[in-house]
C-alpha cells in the first residue's frame, strides 16, 4: 500500500471493518450482533469498492452488498419472531433481549409456544443469514466479487472474519436446530453440496484469487457437514485451522503480475498441503471430521480431499509458471507475517493431537490428488474437457443466472409497477374520482367539524370570560347578590337530591 495515494481511508476503512467483526464477537445478545452484522457488511461494502474509481470494483461492491442483504433480512426477520414470542409467553421479560447466554432457554420456550412449521421457519431464517455470509450453495457468487478487493483485504475477508460470522453464528445458535433434525440435517447437505460444487469450479480457476474465493466457499461447507452431523468439535478445529492457513495461502501469493520468490512459494505450497489435509493442523482437523461418517460419506469426503488438492498444486504451478520465480531476497514484513501464521499452524496441530484421530481415506486421496497434478504438469496433460470445464469455470452459471435472469425479471415487476402506477391509477377515472371525494370528505371533517368544533370551544370561552370580566367590577353589594343566588341554588340542588333519595329508598 505503500503508492497508493489515499491509504489513510484504507486503513481507517480497515480498522473500522476489525472493529465491527470483534463487537459481533463479543456481542453477548441477537440485538447487539445484529448492529455489528450490519456494521461489517457496510465496512466490507467500503473495502471491496475502495477502489471506487473503477467499474469493475464498484459493480462488484455492490454486487456484494445486495446478495448480503438477503441474509441480513433473513436474520432481523428470526431476530424479530422469536423476540416476539419471548415477549408475550416468557416468564420473564428480559428474556426479549435474547441473551446468549439464555438461549438454551429461549429456543427450549419458542419450540413449545410455537408449531413446528413455525419454529422450523424461525430456524431457516437464522440458517439462510449464516448460508449467505458464509457463501455456501446458491450464495457463493458474492464471494467471487470481493476477489475485486485489495490483497489483505482478501486475505481478511476470506479467512476468519466476514465469511466466518455465518458459520459463527450458526454455531451460537445451535440450541435452536438441535430441536430440529431436519434443520440438521439441511445444513450437513447443503455443505456437502457446497464443497463439491466449488471445488470442482476451483479446479477449472486459473486466477488465484478465484481458486482460494472457491475454496473458502468449500471449506466451510465442510465445517457446516461437521456441524451438521453433530461433529461440533471437528467443526470448530477446522473453523481455527482454515484461518491461519488461508490468510497464510493469500499472504504468499505473489502480488498482480510481479515475480515469485521462492520463499513465498514454498510457504504457499506447505500452506496448500496443510489445507489438502496432509500437514499439520489442516490435516488433524480433516481426520476428525472423517471419523464415523460411514462408507458413502467417506467416499464424498474422499472425493473432496482430492479435490482440494487437486486445485491447490494445480494453482500453485501455474501460477509459477506466470509469474516466474525467481532467487531474491523476500520483503521481510510481509514474509514475517506469513511464517508467523504457519508457526500458529503448527501450534495449534500440537494442540490437537489430544484429540481422538486416525489417518483415514481422505489424507490418502489428497496425497493421490498432489502426485495427480505433478504427473499431469510434467506432462503437459492438462486439459480441458468440453462440457465439464465452461461448467465450472463459469461457477456453474450461478452469477451470470442472477446478472441475466433475476435482475431482468426484478427489472421488469419495476416497469411493470411503474405502467400500472401512471397508466392504470393514474388515468382511471371512476378511481380518480375516488380518490376525489375521499379526499374531499376528509377535508370537509377537518375544516367543518374539527375545525368548527375547535373555534365554537374558543367562542364559548371568550364569552365566559366576558361574563365574569363584568360580574367583577368592584361593587361589594353585587358580591354579596352573587354569592346568595349561588349558595341559594346550591342548597336547592341538595334538598332536591335528598327528597329525590328518599322517595327511592321508600318506594324500595
Not at 464443497?195 to 476451483?202: D, G, I, K, N, R
Not at 458413502?296 to 491447490?312: D, K, M, W
Not at 504438469?377 to 452459471?397: D, R, S, T
Not at 367562542?459 to 367590577?473: E, F, T, V, W
Request: charged share 15%.
Amino acid at each position: 500500500m505503500k503508492d497508493e495515494n489515499k491509504s489513510y481511508r484504507f486503513f481507517a476503512l480497515l480498522n473500522m471493518f476489525n472493529f465491527a467483526m470483534a463487537g459481533l464477537f463479543f456481542s453477548p445478545n441477537l440485538y447487539q450482533t445484529y448492529v455489528f452484522w450490519e456494521f461489517a457488511g457496510i465496512a466490507s461494502y467500503l473495502l471491496i469498492g475502495f477502489e471506487y474509481e473503477k467499474p469493475e470494483k464498484s459493480l462488484a461492491s455492490k454486487k456484494v452488498f445486495l446478495m448480503n442483504r438477503i441474509g441480513d433480512t433473513a436474520l432481523l426477520g428470526g431476530i424479530i419472531l422469536c423476540s416476539y414470542y419471548m415477549y408475550t409467553y416468557a416468564p420473564a421479560k428480559s428474556l426479549a433481549t435474547l441473551s446468549f447466554v439464555d438461549m438454551n432457554t429461549i429456543s427450549t420456550l419458542v419450540y413449545v409456544y410455537s408449531s413446528k412449521v413455525l419454529f422450523c421457519g424461525i430456524c431457516g431464517l437464522f440458517i439462510l443469514a449464516g448460508l449467505v455470509k458464509s457463501a455456501q450453495f446458491l450464495f457463493y457468487p458474492w464471494l467471487q466479487d470481493a476477489m475485486e478487493a485489495k490483497l489483505p483485504v482478501s486475505a481478511l475477508l476470506h479467512s476468519a472474519t466476514l465469511v466466518a460470522a455465518g458459520l459463527f453464528l450458526t454455531l451460537r445458535m445451535f440450541d435452536f436446530y438441535s430441536l430440529a433434525p431436519i434443520i440438521l440435517k439441511l445444513i450437513a447437505v447443503t455443505g456437502i453440496l457446497t464443497a463439491l460444487v466449488c471445488s470442482l469450479c476451483a479446479c477449472a480457476q486459473k486466477n488465484p484469487k478465484k481458486t482460494l474465493a472457491y475454496s473458502t466457499s468449500a471449506q466451510f461447507g465442510l465445517m457446516f457437514f461437521a456441524l451438521g452431523i453433530w461433529n461440533i468439535k471437528a467443526c470448530v478445529a477446522y473453523f481455527a485451522a482454515h484461518a491461519f492457513i488461508k490468510s497464510m495461502l493469500f499472504l504468499a501469493l505473489p502480488r498482480d503480475d510481479k515475480k515469485w520468490d521462492y520463499t513465498n512459494f514454498i510457504l504457499f505450497v506447505i500452506g496448500g498441503l496443510s489445507l489438502s489435509g496432509l500437514l499439520f493442523a489442516g490435516m488433524l482437523s480433516k481426520e476428525m471430521i472423517a471419523l464415523n461418517l460411514g462408507n458413502n460419506g467417506t467416499l464424498v469426503f474422499a472425493l473432496i480431499s482430492f479435490l482440494t488438492a487437486f486445485y491447490i498444486m494445480r494453482i500453485a504451478v501455474i501460477t509459477a509458471d506466470h509469474n516466474e520465480l525467481e532467487k531474491r531476497i523476500p520483503n521481510f514484513a510481509e514474509t514475517l507475517m506469513v511464517i508467523a501464521l504457519l508457526g500458529l499452524n503448527i501450534v495449534f496441530y500440537i494442540y490437537l493431537r489430544q484429540f481422538d484421530y486416525k489417518i483415514a481415506e481422505p489424507f490418502w486421496a489428497a496425497l493421490f490428488g498432489w502426485i495427480c497434478v505433478y504427473l499431469l504438469y510434467i506432462n503437459k496433460g492438462f486439459k480441458q474437457i468440453p462440457v465439464i470445464y465452461p461448467l465450472c469455470y463459469n461457477g456453474f452459471y450461478l452469477d451470470k443466472f442472477y446478472m441475466n435472469f433475476c435482475a431482468k425479471v426484478y427489472s421488469g415487476l419495476a416497469k411493470l409497477s411503474d405502467i400500472i402506477d401512471r397508466r392504470v391509477f393514474g388515468e382511471y377515472r371512476p378511481l380518480i374520482w375516488l380518490a376525489k371525494t375521499g379526499v374531499n370528505t376528509f377535508n370537509f371533517i377537518e375544516t367543518k367539524i374539527v375545525n368548527g368544533g375547535v373555534n365554537l370551544v374558543t367562542k364559548l370561552a371568550r364569552g365566559l370570560s366576558k361574563l365574569d370580566l363584568r360580574a367583577q367590577n368592584g361593587n361589594i353589594q353585587r358580591y354579596n347578590a352573587y354569592a346568595f343566588i349561588i349558595i341559594t341554588l346550591i342548597i336547592t340542588c341538595l334538598i332536591m337530591l335528598y327528597l329525590t333519595i328518599v322517595s327511592f329508598l321508600g318506594g324500595i
